[in-house]
């Protein structure tokens, strides 16, 4: 197994001045070590990683990580900032940056590795050490914990010298005793260092906890026998828990990863305190924790954000079936015309050497697909809510949304209802005898059977109306209507650049062409052109004035032209995180100008993608990316005035006594 750090991947005088250019400048040696095969695109997962949630640790520590198809071996490189860089934390800059580096399909022995080391990053000694060590080749050693070997064995000397010679101590009083789970969305490092750092403050309070970490490697289960003896249970955790109905009848503890990091004798207070008073939490797989019907763990503080997680969730899983089904719908079109919709079935007549046959073949297939997307949207918002058991009653929800004409918005009901029906029945305490059953045959019998005569009979026939209504109202836009519509969409497909505000608007353009009509092609049309402008204004902005921006975004700029003009959105997130204030305002407004445009134009689109190669699938399309141009060049012009008035701006005179310090634009 090769080394997970060498001398070669270390930089104790690391001189990048922002996150993007460190993460970089420490790729760059694993590239040259060979571990890293595609810099520009494990820097794109890089990216990606630290737009979910910072990885800045308090303590002067940023952790950058990410899984990436570019890495070929898991990898480790350190580098040490004398000045320090934002990583986000809320104490500071980091001066100890660890870019951890692990392949799609990582082994278990590496992970583990990688695990070892984010529990030692929560030990001052282990941080102390490295920040004094002037020597790359003993600091690499220092990480891969050869110089641990020598110490295991001096806490129990210690403790046989305290002991030494005292009386026998009376019976302690029983400990009180937590077990935890941690867990993260990457599961490299977030996920041991809140283990770590529970297990330390356990040790100050003597509290007996044990940790179950969920990460990448998979988890070993806590035992059965330690559960039921706990006296209360913590949960640090960003994705959802597994198998979480083994902790039921117990004080939870339900919060974020980051906080089982920052503020865990907060946490194991909390416990106790729920365990005093008597609290005891219902959980079983499918559903979040309950305190006499309220979440626990502060989470009725945040539905918005849950609800938000639900719908993120069928989205995301809707998206595959929209690429296969909708693009193959197109290439039919493309090739047979808009009349192949009404070609006979395959099945009953194919000719091999006829174009149209082809063409009625894929679109016959591609439609096929395109009728999974509500019943998929249905059941895996439900699946958010309440997993597994959800999943029946939510597709059979999403089937008869479709079956009462109630389209895209019967669908999002009809996933909540399903995943709230599911969520409320397992609430009710069953003999243990029973309890096998009701995920299998209970909960979907019974669950389908209410979703089915809420939508059938009570709100199905409301939200079909509203569809209705909704369609009509698209095709019957016109004017400044249309345009207010197309400036709307395009700021959200430009706010957060693929995050859950995009995808609302992405989700809603799609859920039109289910049953297209003019007026849904051209809410297609306004948000695929939308999405171009980002890393189209970035790619040009760094082209036009290249000085107002650093070497590294000068070089993501010119991957922003490809990332752009394939519909990439995300291709402007590097710029977006270095300076977000300037950034995302200016793609705001030129989305808002595209979408506007867009719709002003009467463009259409049939596939549910945008990007240069469906240009032949528009309507009207020189207006198309007339409106692009025009809508790339405000974003470009916007962000270029933006970061010039930032240079110029005067710096203000020191005070007496205070040093000069100049800083570079």
Aim: contains cysteine; charged residues 15%.
């Amino acid at each position: 197994m090769s080394e997970l750090i060498t001398a070669a991947l270390v930089d104790l005088d690391l001189p990048a001045e922002t996150k993007n250019d460190a993460a970089r400048s420490l790729a760059e040696r694993m590239v040259a070590a060979g571990r890293v095969t595609d810099l520009d695109g494990f820097l794109a997962d890089v990216a990606a990683r630290e737009a979910q949630m910072p990885t800045g640790l308090d303590g002067g520590i940023g952790i950058p990580h990410c899984r990436s198809e570019h890495v070929s071996v898991p990898t480790l490189a350190f580098g040490r900032s004398e000045r320090g860089i934002d990583f986000g934390a809320a104490d500071g800059p980091a001066d100890l940056i660890f870019l951890i580096a692990a392949p799609a399909g990582a082994d278990d022995d590496h992970l583990t590795i990688l695990s070892g080391l984010a529990r030692r990053l929560m030990d001052p000694e282990f941080t102390g050490a490295l920040r004094a060590e002037r020597d790359a080749g003993a600091a690499a050693a220092l990480i891969r914990g050869e110089e641990a070997a020598a110490d295991e064995s001096a806490p129990d000397a210690a403790a046989t010298k305290e002991t030494a010679g005292t009386a026998p101590a009376a019976p302690a009083a029983e400990p009180f005793r937590i077990v935890a789970v941690t867990s993260c969305p990457t599961g490299i490092a977030h996920t041991y260092m809140a283990a770590q750092s529970l297990e330390a403050a356990a040790r100050a309070e003597g509290v007996e906890l044990t940790v179950e970490t969920q990460g990448s490697a998979g988890f070993e289960r806590l035992d059965p026998a330690v559960i039921a003896a706990a006296d209360a249970v913590i949960w640090s955790h960003d994705v959802e828990v597994r198998e979480k109905a083994r902790f039921d009848g117990k004080p939870l503890v339900d919060t974020g990863v980051k906080a089982g990091i920052n503020r865990p004798a907060e946490l194991i207070a909390e416990a106790r305190q729920k365990a005093a008073r008597g609290e005891i939490s219902t959980v079983s797989d499918g559903t979040g924790p309950q305190d006499d019907g309220t979440p626990s763990g502060g989470d009725h503080a945040h539905f918005g954000i849950r609800l938000r997680t639900y719908l993120m969730s069928g989205v995301s899983y809707m998206v595959p079936f929209v690429a296969a089904g909708g693009l193959l719908i197109a290439l039919s079109f493309a090739i047979g015309g808009y009349e192949i919709a009404n070609a006979k079935s395959v099945a009953d007549h194919f000719v091999w050497g006829e174009t149209a046959s082809w063409a009625a073949l894929l679109n016959q297939i591609g439609t096929a697909a395109f009728a999974f997307l509500v019943p998929v949207l249905a059941g895996y918002i439900a699946y958010g809510m309440a997993d597994r058991p959800a999943l029946v009653p939510g597709f059979v929800g999403g089937a008869i949304a479709l079956t009462i004409n109630a389209g895209f918005l019967g669908g999002l009901a009809a996933g909540l209802l399903a995943g709230a029906v599911v969520m409320a029945i397992q609430r009710v305490k069953v003999h243990p005898t029973l309890r096998g059953i009701m995920p299998v045959l209970v909960i979907p019998l019974v669950a389908s059977t209410v979703v089915g005569f809420l939508m059938f009979i009570v709100v199905g026939k409301p939200i079909a109306s509203l569809q209705r209504a909704l369609t009509d109202g698209l095709n019957g836009l016109s004017g400044s209507n249309a345009i207010i519509l197309g400036v709307v969409l395009g700021l959200m497909m430009c706010f957060d650049m693929g995050g859950p505000l995009n995808k609302v608007a992405y989700a809603f353009a799609v859920g039109g062409l289910a049953d297209p009509t003019p007026g849904s092609l051209k809410v297609m049309a306004a948000v695929m052109a939308a999405g171009m402008v980002p890393p189209l204004a970035m790619a040009l902005a760094t082209t036009v004035r290249g000085s107002l921006f650093s070497r590294t975004e000068r070089e993501n700029g010119r991957a922003a032209w490809v990332l752009g003009a394939s519909f990439i959105s995300e291709g402007a997130i590097p710029f977006a995180a270095a300076d977000p204030l300037r950034v995302i305002p200016s793609a705001m407004v030129g989305g808002a100008v595209t979408g506007g445009l867009s719709m002003a134009f009467g463009c259409t689109l049939r596939a549910p993608h945008g990007g240069i190669f469906v240009v032949p699938l528009i309507g009207s399309p020189f207006l198309y990316l007339l409106a692009i141009a025009v809508g790339t060049a405000v974003a470009t012009t916007l962000v270029v005035l933006l970061k010039g008035l930032r240079r110029t701006a005067p710096t203000p005179a020191p005070a007496p006594g205070e040093p000069q310090i100049s800083v570079a634009a």
